[in-house]
């Protein structure tokens, strides 16, 4: 019952996307056209980004395969089954590693095929009307949210019931077993993020400072200007990097704190009655899959009239889906799962109450966190004022006062999170960290909607610049723009606190796994572990900024040489070589995430290999608490920035052009690699190291620290 | 035996830094001089800093005061004896506690009044020759570091000696107990780091940024001119943050480490034989006591004859003191400590070697730390350039190098300090890590002195420009300061490095105390705290970053006010007010390090009364993981930033007036409050939040966490 019971809302959902994704598609770009020749350039504008799109989606997913396969082979050669009873559990792994993969990328794909056509049908509609054209970039957004959902929750069900049926009947700890071989499809899912994330990061900064630096500050001309040769790489960015990047990191989250709940969970749910069994086990899944309703019915809250109010609408909808989320929770908790249990033969007894709670708790700190993030970052709030104002000293207050905002900014999300841990470890267990994780997921589709509406409506508004569409067009969809920036600044919070939350859940799942019930701290090995796993986020935040410093190098030098050796570019007698620039920033991004990658992968193992499962849980500790801090305070320092410049454009102190906006210039720049790389990049580092320890789990048991025996 | 071998060191370093106050002193300001205007000028401007420094000193120490006796009612009536033996163990802590605050005062006082001779007569002693000039300000600087080992090593002696009189005889953990009242006397000595620090932090930047935005930026007048009212105010700030700041900032660690060694050995050592046991139970004041020989001999080796070798001198003596003390502190463990020994009854065995080995990881990894900050701060080496080259593409790039060369400076000295802690506890237990962190504070009287050193030849510099003493002179002191600003930043690491240890120490101490001997990090409330304490560092140096800000406003408004009220300051007709400046940056610093000296008291007292011990680990081991981290980022960053200007100015990439130069002075003013306000006073957050944990410790067992039982 409940596997069609998730089956159904899997299904719900991808009729969701394909529904508003044959919507979007049937949007004539000719309606309202004030001219052919304008259609033509919308087009040809349009057909640019998505192939430069498509050309980086291509070249990263051939990288990736040979990634992915090597991946897949150590997998096969090095995981063992533990348990002792020869299940071939390293290919069964590699298997589930490879459709999680699989899944993602086509996650991926179809949100950037959507997102690309949905730019210029919303740049489009602009001419019609401000709700028309919300409402292509609201259901271009949707197609990602809903089809990613659904994507995940049908693929983890159905590699689940896979291997149910693939294992003998008559295995001992057999749930376990299963939901550890499950955990591959989180591993895949998250390999992809690295590359989304880390690579696509990279990508779109690189592309936006490069554009910029030579364009706007060198050559005077405007930002989006069509005679720009960066300005097709530029908008490719933003779908590269916010959607799917974005989308990728977010699938990894579902997908691990799903593993994660799911393998905690056998262990739990393994002697419960049969009528409720199946029921328990698959529980986790089907919260997710409840989310998508919810979702669902917040979208019909989504009915923006006028410019100001897209904002509101769009946070509306995150609001009522929590609410649902809390009211539809409830029942199935109550339900679905035993009145009792324990994690452990005789450990502590929790209650499906205590599973409810810890769902709640998750779902509205991740909403609180979001509404905090806002307030950091938007400038109707006072700390991006203080920045702003902070300008006019200079750009080095406002580099002081950005940072030091940032700093804040993290610490109310850091005891939010801190208290989510108590709650769900106190009413559940580790059971309860991995439920609070997927309860802060329960709104993604919804989430993920509003995250990807922000890089649509954003592109459309280059599109209008480029095709001269006139300055009314540009301010509809520029305030669609700004309404998008908000909603990506709560998005980023939401991605982050929801990553701490994963991480910690694959920590407990990976401790589960390993048999361990205690970490001391005070072991010299322990200690060492959250002194070493401290300082990787610093170490990988530090190789981003300079990556995105790198390849933005390489984009200057190109734009550089195309206004030198074609002088008639500039002049508008010839055309710029755009495939060009899209290609060096594919390549050098591409290039520049080897290290970040390396450093990411290689660190769990290697240290899981040489001294054991306990430091490494150090490890993971470590970088999580660091990684959290940073990522948060970089996104914020990043957002802040960003909107104490656009405050300041608005007219005040002094507007555009004052001393006071160049100084707020030099910090919106500092800011991009900050929120829009090193930030969300490193969710991508604390998660990934912690699913590759859950995943290697049996391997690390097998050598068992072989430096410290 | 080995009480009269500490008193004769302790007394020996007194005697050397009185020999040096004397010699200082009695150098006379006429000699050399060119005329007797000159000589005039001298004295003026050296009374003027004088009087500032003392003026500050004077309203801080009457804060202090409030303060002290304020703290000090709250440990009689708070600290109960936990052994049951109606010990009156709380007015015991208390006078202990007054003693190190005093001591480290006098300290403090001491080293102010030399600086403030020492400064004018370098500056005279320039016009005779750089090794009289460099002799005056070393010499200067050693009466700091000499008398402040002597006095700390002294006072935790007799303190010691006074409560072992006073104690019954026959009590049960008497050692114990002793050490525990002992460690008020670290309580106090970093409460005074706090106000030195934290206070001294941002009274030096408010003084120099202000000096600088107003003078520099607005007016145009040189560095250092006479005109600007602010300029005294800057360079009393050298001696404020600098010297008394720095000065009570080590003095703390001194005290702390070794009150942490103290407590952990006095359980470990209390059954050892008769004739073994007063050794053991001294013995890491011992160690200390031997570094004053060490640092001794090594100042024989600090004699420049040519400019650019003031920088090696300097350097060496480090190497110099810690070779010296590797092999000294051979024979003293295998003879004074008991050939095997455990911390508890039946626990793990430990060896007098292994004793050694600790002290020994200690020193050295100290010293690489300050070699690997140099690497990172000097703009003799790759990094430092690269920032400079960033400077090219303009301040935003600047930045955000400079942030990445921060976070990736602080790698290395983490895994350090892993490595040591790691060294240590396995050689001997929690001892193990105490000893290290004495280790790595043993070549403190030699560290102090050249840290000492630079800021007289800072202050010398401006006392030389102030008095229009000519271009050969500056040029003089100039590659004096520039000697100093590299071993200032040595010393930063240094300080950040065996501020990480003691904390650990201190934390190891208290966990002794508390009888605790396992913290699961898996108990939700011990994670919550590794969380919350996380957050600690991120919140406090928002706090002290804009504090800076805030009282740079104060000082730029007075500075505006005297030159509109005043025209003829500026055409030199008119005396600028430096008082009123001095009040100003006096008042303003005082006031903004209320609410986060309030954040760093409070946080332990707070949580370790409501949840308990076992959360307050966690707090202690979260603050600590990104206090190190973010302390050494900041510093390095700030020092590269200050250096890669420096670099620039020397006439690479455009010298100075460039734009790479203008791009450089941004990241410059950022790192000011970096580099000598947030990132050292997180040094003093992780040490003062342990040791206040400690002493507080059966306050805390009392109560057990009423929010949690």
């Known amino acids: 019952m409940i596997i069609a019971l998730i089956l159904t809302l899997g299904l719900l959902a991808l009729l969701t996307a394909l529904f508003f994704a044959r919507q979007v598609s049937s949007v004539s770009i000719e309606k309202g056209a004030a001219s052919a020749d304008e259609v033509a350039k919308l087009k040809e504008i349009s057909i640019a980004i998505a192939d430069g799109a498509m050309a980086f989606l291509k070249r990263e997913y051939k990288i990736l395969a040979i990634y992915m396969l090597a991946f897949a082979v150590i997998i096969v050669f090095t995981i063992q089954d533990h ?69 995940a929750v049908l693929g983890l069900l159905l590699v689940y ?63 989006d200007d069509p005679r720009n040769p960066a300005v097709i790489a530029d908008n490719v960015g933003d779908n590269v990097g916010d959607i799917a990047g974005m989308g990728a990191d ?56 006028k410019e100001e109010k897209v904002e509101g609408a769009l946070k509306a909808t995150l609001t009522i889906s929590t609410l649902i989320m809390l009211a539809a929770v409830y029942p199935l908790s109550m339900n679905m799962l035993p009145a009792s249990f324990s994690l452990v033969e005789g450990g502590t ?56 905002l940032g700093y804040n900014s993290a610490v109310i999300p850091m005891f939010l999170i801190a208290v989510t841990v108590v709650l769900g470890y106190t009413q559940a267990g580790m059971y309860g960290i991995a439920m609070a994780a997927i309860g802060m997921l329960g709104t993604i589709a919804i989430g993920l909607t509003i995250d990807a509406y922000g890089p649509v409506a ?14 009314d067009i540009r301010d509809r969809t520029d305030s669609l723009d700004a309404a998008g920036n908000t909603t990506a600044a709560i998005g980023k919070g939401f991605a982050i606190g929801s990553a701490a939350l994963t991480s910690l859940a694959l920590t407990s799942a990976f401790l589960t796994s390993a048999k361990i019930t205690e970490i001391n701290m005070l072991e010299p090995i322990v200690m060492a572990g959250l002194l070493v796993g401290a300082a990787l986020p610093f170490s990988f935040s530090a190789m981003t900024m300079r990556s995105v410093g790198l390849a933005a190098l390489a984009m200057i030098e190109e734009v550089r040489r ?38 990411v992968i290689l660190s769990p193992l290697i240290i899981g290999f040489l001294f054991g499962v306990q430091m490494l849980a150090g490890v993971l500790i470590g970088a999580l608490i660091t990684g959290v801090m940073l990522a948060i305070s970089m996104a914020n320092s990043g957002g802040a920035w960003d909107n104490a410049k656009k405050f300041i454009e608005t007219g005040e102190l002094g507007g555009k052009g004052s001393d006071a ?30 699913i590759i320890s859950l995943v290697f789990v049996p391997f690390f048991v097998q050598y068992n620290g072989i430096l410290i025996d």
Not at 103 to 124: E, L
Not at 162 to 190: C, H, N, V
Not at 663 to 682: E, I, N, Y
């Open 83 to 151: 348990s002792g009873q020869g299940i071939p559990i390293g290919p069964y792994s590699a298997i589930s590693f490879l459709i999680g993969a699989a899944i993602s990328v086509i996650s991926g794909y179809i949100g950037m095929k959507i997102a690309t056509k949905g730019n210029v049908r919303t740049a489009a509609a602009a001419r019609i009307s401000l709700k028309e054209s919300f409402n292509i970039s609201f259901r271009s957004g949707a197609v990602m949210g809903f089809g990613l959902t659904g994507l």
């Open 161 to 223: 019931l896979g291997f149910d049926a693939l294992l003998p009947a008559a295995l001992q700890g057999r749930e376990t077993l299963i939901m550890e071989i499950l955990s591959g499809f989180g591993l895949g899912g998250s390999s992809v993020a690295l590359f989304g994330r880390v690579g696509g990061g990279i990508y779109t900064k690189a592309a936006d400072v490069g554009a910029d630096l030579v364009g706007k500050v060198e050559a005077g001309i405007p930002e």
């Open 250 to 305: 977010l699938f990894g989250s579902v997908a691990e704190s799903t593993c994660a709940a799911l393998v905690i969970g056998a262990a739990a749910f393994a002697t419960a009655p049969d009528d409720i069994k199946p029921f328990a086990l698959l529980f986790p899944i089907l919260v997710s899959a409840i989310g998508i309703v919810a979702s669902l019915v917040s979208m019909f809250f989504a009915r923006p009239t």
């Open 349 to 404: 007894t929790f209650t499906n109450l205590g599973v409810y709670f810890s769902i709640a708790a998750g779902l509205i700190s991740g909403l609180l966190i979001g509404l905090i993030t806002e307030f950091y970052t938007s400038h109707r709030y006072k700390p991006v004022r203080e920045v702003a104002d902070a300008s006019k000293t200079g750009s080095a207050t406002n580099i002081i006062y950005g940072l030091s």
């Open 458 to 471: 954003d592109n459309a508004g280059g599109i209008a610049e480029m095709a001269g569409m006139g300055k």
């Open 562 to 599: 195309q206004f030198r050796e074609k002088p008639g570019i500039l002049k508008g007698t010839d055309k710029a070589d755009y495939a060009r620039c899209v290609d060096i920033s594919t390549q050098s991004s591409l290039h520049e995430m080897i290290k970040p990658g390396l450093l």
């Open 661 to 690: 906006h160049k100084a707020a210039v030099v910090g919106d720049t500092v800011g991009d690699p900050f929120k829009d790389t090193s930030g969300p990049s490193l969710n991508i580092l604390i998660k990934l190291m912690a």
